[in-house]
């Protein structure tokens, strides 16, 4: 039986005072859809479908390198963490899973663990390793890299957390290891470039050897920061060399806001899903670089556009199952409100390209109708889903605005109380 | 009386075919504003008062440097450009004024231009000036420069090119004059960067001095192209600048495609309209450069955002009023086609920013409420007013679905017979 | 027996003129580089191993979509383009090759055409397909793609093309196929983007299929240009998968200016290298997009950089051998005088990289010395290697300055009598 | 009598094994600088004229929001931070300023700090205020802006203490006070855009009152980071909008790494310089965002022709003086060595800037020979005038090869003693 955190009568409250208007709203909706041939309950289970992850770290306020500006309440440990996602999930139901990061999450009793989150409806997605931060006593630095280390050591010592972290994952019942590397050069010249990535990959390899039969590994590139000049795992073509070189448990992931100025992103996906590398996603949304910024808040449309394309993957593979998790950095919100905002933006995007007349747009592409086809997405896209999503969480038991149940649900006054700051929280993993 | 170049009656069976729809999808959409507190009536209103001009050669097809390909039934002339832009106001409603080009449609006859325009229900927007490229018996070449040319007798043709079309347009009822100038250099070294901007200003004084107290002079930055090393002209720092140092008559431009990757346009109009100097837009959507693509094709959040500091900017002064018009190569569609939709889209984001509740988005920025103040501005976003445009549309005497009524209306089958098309096109002026 | 173009006594005198200043520096210079060590003389023999193909259409005048601007005596069919091609490597011993555009540049005759080249002094580079513009007379229209179009008798027509041009290719001696194609969408929706790719994929196969078997099939990918929301080879990532599908003989081509802003070209050069995929470069330089501006103008340590991989790759292999040409946009230059200078540019590159101490460099990375690694490569781009490049040419029989000699020489001057400008110079191919 | 805190005789045993190397490259040089015409004391004497301010916060390693990996000996306070400079200006004779960031260099007694400061050969630059970061004890918090905060008493917070940096400075001796602030908003929304900079300027008149009348106050405009949606100060037109709101004492501060991928700086520094605007720069190197890499490591061209543009505003205006600082994060490096390199790498720039013939140039503009106007440019910047700047040192008392020489001196294994690591050292300001 599932531990409620938030008292599930003030979510019905919430719930009885919003009723009648969404009712009326979705039968609204329900109507114009209609017209336009499209059954809205289908649309609505299909909504009940979808589920993202939600990152352990992002239940902290972030920063960046100038400042971080630490929120009330914020979770001192991982069972803290877990008890924030809980909410995000009992609230939206949509994120039953939690990426934890180690060392930063690093369960004194994992079964312990396990048992926390199996009581609060959660499980474990993915595990993180890191080897961007030097830890109190580890023995090398990763200063001058991990997996690509010029010294043997560090990259022995890099590759065996890797696998401790799949061993711990086990536990937690994971099913994959996400491995992001931070590792490259901030000057041309110190770093030899083929060197760089053959070490990367001899380690990978020692990983990659590790993983159970039914884990994948995932590949996560970044174009640039920490490293300014160069970065191992730049681009996606690096990516997916390094996936081919390693083998069918290695999949490349997307992260939005990890790519050149002007790229089209959706167009990878596309590319990755060709050629049988698309792993999951990172979902985020980003004006400049690698902005964290809560998905689907600066570009919504191409956010709408990646699920076009997930949408057509699966259309052409039933069994097409790309991992989805937000992985953002809350400077200036509520963490709790931004992951519930952008669970639902994604969901969002992911039930506005069920709408796409599939058969029509195939049909004016061939034409090559560049202008119907065009607007078969934007017709989509346009198309207010609210109701829709509304009415999903509603008959899931969620909350049907649930940034305004959970601001009246008062938890974050409480946990404020029982979370006194803790002095150097940048510590903590929380960036 | 206006003539009507696409049959009345055609139109009226249209809409007569629609008419059941719209008016279900609009009540269900005036159901569920009412229920935020929202007038539709207003809003429908609204929306009825909104106008951008049609630039006269975007309705030929566009191209690159590598290509055109031309389609069926292009004008050939002004006098077939302004019948092409009548069908567009026609449907639309929403295009009542044309920009022309000179001396690409320099008129024989200028007053018998502004009957024709007259009769189609039409009037002139800005004129443009090109000295950017080279006309048959042209004295002197721009091939180093107009306005800051090396050469004084390049710079004296290339201002009185610039009065010449303020005195054409004095004849047709324009009441501004839009500048903008490829000059710039594809090598450091090849300007002295100050003195091209000391010969523009001084050139620039030229053609303000001829202005009449009534038009605006409008000046048109861009980050680079045809210039690929610098532009003199290219960016608004700069434009802001030589509008500061010309006088209270000359105002910037703001296209949408010509600016810096990652920038925040949106920012710049702000700014603009803070400091007493938005002129004016030239609407278009682009992924890499100045890509000349469909409004909203591409962005539909940002051309919202961009009107929402334009609401902003109103609230502040009733009296602000930017120069308005579409500015699109329309290579892969039909002309007609793209500018219709186009006009629908700028149009549709102009509804969208009257939907924000600015006392509420107001309230949560004085609250530090980053959140909501977001959430303010997605939901007026996300609401599809697309029965409101159809209806403003239906209401004024246009078609409720452009495209569709003009295909129906087959004219670009009547003028493919009518217009052959002319050898090497690309002279007439089609970019 | 060679024909020289330009007169061998005035070239001769105009090296007479310089010989003893470049004498003097080229000792001072070898004292230099003899106190670090290197010896001039092992640095001169390398930089006489050098070569670049030229492109034929590069000796025209180049223009953007707004406008060309024709020099004077500009070339008017392939017979005329070879003599410029011919005066670039007399004067500059670095250009033996020539790169045809087909059918811009098909023969009458072919064979005549190899004697005419043979009679230069010239052969031919890799043969270039094109398929972005419809020529006179073509039965399908390349308007909405080529390779990948929707409709299948244009994907054969231009498959058929691409065959047409290695039984050229075979003819005049080429050994490769470069095949860029600007096949893409202007909006979302517009393509399917996977299915794209799979005509892609099927059309490329056939034209593998033609390949001899010491021939290469070059892929070039581009970020945008013509098509500007997405193209269908725009990133080394695809370009790679696609090379791989092909098989041994495809490789990829590196276009300077075909990237995402902020890209770190030298690590695609690294990865290509690396994977077994890098065929060749297309040297230009750029700022903003594809300026095709003069190699080495804005950007001429990234050029060194790019250098420095080669001189890597080149040392783990030895028989590693991409081809090299300069695929530039001479707007503001006279064309021959740009790629003249362009080669050197690319050929200083070269002997700089060569320069690097590279069991220094390896020493600095090893030891984590980044600042001395990046030195080190430092040390050698600020060296100045003019005097060992004139030194190069003067002893191949160049000249010592060649934009100084051939400025002497009236070359420009006595062609622009010979060729009368044509009439819609555009046409003809020059981009 | 200044203090040296390297032993003099190391550094002259270091220069004595150098000389003779160093005097038969000066020669050599020399002799080729003569065959152009160029007399090479008058460029060593040039050389000896530059200088730059070193940032107090650079001599600390920095870091990233992910990690910051300390080095050895790192100074924990401003004393020790002085100590580290004066070992810089020593070496390199370029660096006889140091600017101070308050409160993380806030002096006990001012007055010592001076005379620390005086003994040691060095003086203070501008000043920096702080209001990015919260410090312990701060009664508003900056988390939602400063100068730009909605909270009156925040804003009224961040004036204050920018008056007390001037206070501070004027003991120390400062001129100006620079003026940076990270405030803007993560999200579409988030701020009234015209609202906020109406604050900043508001708060901003405050500080500009409290300016003596012999300073001068630098705004500093900033792309993004650490706000990803908006900045208040985004770009130099924002940033010279406002200089010319507050008056004469304003100027603009123009830091590298600031601006938006493509950015043509060297043009930004030609507007400022023209519009009487042009304050000062903070120099460091960038390739993809606010990198805050070494100065010339990634783009020295770059940084030669913004040289190239101050060298032309001076030949115009003798009296043109802006301030020069470095603003690096040294990640990966000795902090005191990348310093030195840095401030190296921009005299070489200055010198190489004093190498273009003017006159030459300006001819070529003039005929509108784009080539030879380019290679005016590149003939300057490919001389190695590395033997200039060794001679320059020499004569002035520091050290033929500074780097080489401060690690013959053993400084870093010293202070590494000395020096034991503070915890936590990210709370000391060094980012």
Redesign the interface.
């Known amino acids: 039986m599932t531990t409620q955190i938030i008292d599930s009568g003030q979510v019905e409250q919430h719930n009885a005072s919003q009723r009648a208007?969404l009712q009326?709203?979705y039968d609204?909706?329900g109507?114009?859809l209609s017209?336009r041939g499209v059954d809205i309950e289908a649309l609505t289970a299909k909504a009940q479908t979808f589920a993202v992850a939600l990152p352990s770290w992002g239940v902290g306020t972030g920063?960046?390198?100038?400042?971080r500006?630490p929120g009330k309440g914020e979770p001192r440990d991982v069972t803290e963490k877990l008890e924030d996602c809980a909410v995000i999930h009992q609230l939206t139901r949509a994120t039953p899973t939690v990426s934890l990061h180690f060392p930063w999450d690093k369960p004194a009793d994992p079964k312990a663990l396990r048992q926390q989150a199996d009581s609060l409806g959660l499980s474990f997605d993915a595990v993180n390793s890191n080897t961007?931060?030097?830890q109190p006593g580890q023995a090398q630095?990763?200063?001058?890299g991990s997996l690509t280390a010029?010294s043997q050591a560090a990259r022995e010592q890099a590759v065996a957390h890797n696998i401790d972290c799949i061993e711990l994952g086990k536990t937690l019942g994971s099913k994959g290891l996400t491995v992001w590397v931070?590792d490259g050069?901030?000057?041309?010249?110190?770093?030899?470039?083929?060197?760089a990535?053959?070490r990367y990959l001899d380690s990978a390899k020692g990983i990659y050897a590790a993983l159970p039969d039914d884990w994948l590994m995932y590949i996560e590139h970044k174009?640039?920061?920490?490293a300014?000049?160069?970065t191992v795992i730049?681009?996606?073509?690096?990516s997916?060399?390094a996936a081919q070189t390693l083998g069918d448990k290695a999949k490349c992931l997307v992260d939005l806001g990890h790519?050149?100025?002007?790229?089209?992103i959706?167009?990878?996906v596309?590319?990755l899903?060709?050629?049988g590398k698309l792993g999951g996603f990172h979902f985020n949304d980003?004006?400049?670089?690698d902005?964290?910024?809560?998905s689907?808040?600066?570009?919504?449309?191409?956010l709408f556009?990646v699920f076009?394309?997930l949408a057509?993957?699966t259309l052409?593979d039933g069994t097409f199952k790309p991992a989805y998790m937000l992985d953002q950095s809350h400077?200036?919100?509520?963490p709790i409100?931004?992951l519930m905002?952008s669970a639902v933006e994604v969901q969002r995007a992911f039930v506005q390209a069920a709408l796409v007349d599939r058969a029509a747009?195939?049909g004016?592409?061939?034409?090559?109708d560049?202008?119907?086809?065009?607007?078969?997405?934007?017709k989509a896209?346009?198309?207010?889903v609210?109701p829709i999503l509304a009415m999903a969480r509603l008959r899931a038991g969620g909350a049907a605005d649930p940034?305004a149940a959970y601001r009246a649900s008062g938890y974050r006054e409480k946990v404020a109380v029982k979370r006194p700051p803790k002095a150097?929280a940048?510590?903590s993993g929380i960036?």
């Open positions: 208007t009326a709203d609204a909706l109507g114009m017209r920063g960046t390198r100038f400042a500006f961007f931060q030097d630095t990763y200063k001058y010029q931070g050069a901030n000057f041309p010249g110190q770093h030899n470039l083929r060197g990535l053959e174009l640039f920061e920490p300014f000049y160069c730049a681009d996606w073509g690096t997916f060399a790519h050149a100025p002007n790229t089209n959706e167009m990878i596309a590319r899903a060709q050629f980003s004006k400049y670089g902005d964290d910024l809560d689907g808040s600066i570009d919504p449309f191409q556009l076009n394309e057509d993957a052409r400077n200036v919100t509520d409100e931004s905002s747009l195939a004016f592409q061939e034409a090559n560049a202008l119907q086809s065009a607007q078969a997405l934007k896209f346009r198309t207010d609210s940034v150097g940048s510590g960036v």
